[in-house]
Nanobody, 125 residues
């Protein structure tokens, strides 16, 4: 079973940057498409970004395109989310996830098999 742990969250001012990391417990994690999702209080969990196991394909929610970049280092069993030009509306708990069987399903949370516990990102105005 793949275990995921996020890190890198924190408090930042609007316009600032953060880099989130998601470490898998073993190399099986490198075989999966990986995604980042976020959930703000009172909201449903929403898709942020996804990347195929090879890193060839990436996808982003429209609200983060041009500001966030997803990447992965399979040698380190780690996926990253570089977040630039952060806005107060980016405030949420950010989760990484692994496992959708098809790339077309990578934007849908229920298609993921494994989830990390989340890391809080707070952007002040």
């Amino acid at each position: 079973q793949v275990q995921l742990v996020e890190s890198g969250g924190g408090l930042v001012q609007a316009g600032g940057s953060l880099r989130l990391s998601c470490a898998a417990n073993d190399r099986t994690g490198s075989r999966y498409t990986m995604g980042w999702f976020r959930q703000a209080p009172g909201n449903e969990r929403e898709f942020v970004a996804a990347i195929t196991w090879s890193g060839t394909n990436t996808a982003y929610h429209d609200s983060v395109k041009g500001r966030f970049t997803i990447s992965r280092d399979n040698a380190k069993n780690t996926v990253y989310l570089q977040m630039n030009s952060l806005k107060p509306e980016d405030t949420a708990i950010y989760y990484c996830a692994a496992g959708p069987r098809t790339w077309s399903g990578s934007r849908i949370a229920r298609n993921y098999d494994y989830w990390g516990p989340g890391t809080q990102v707070t952007v002040s105005s």
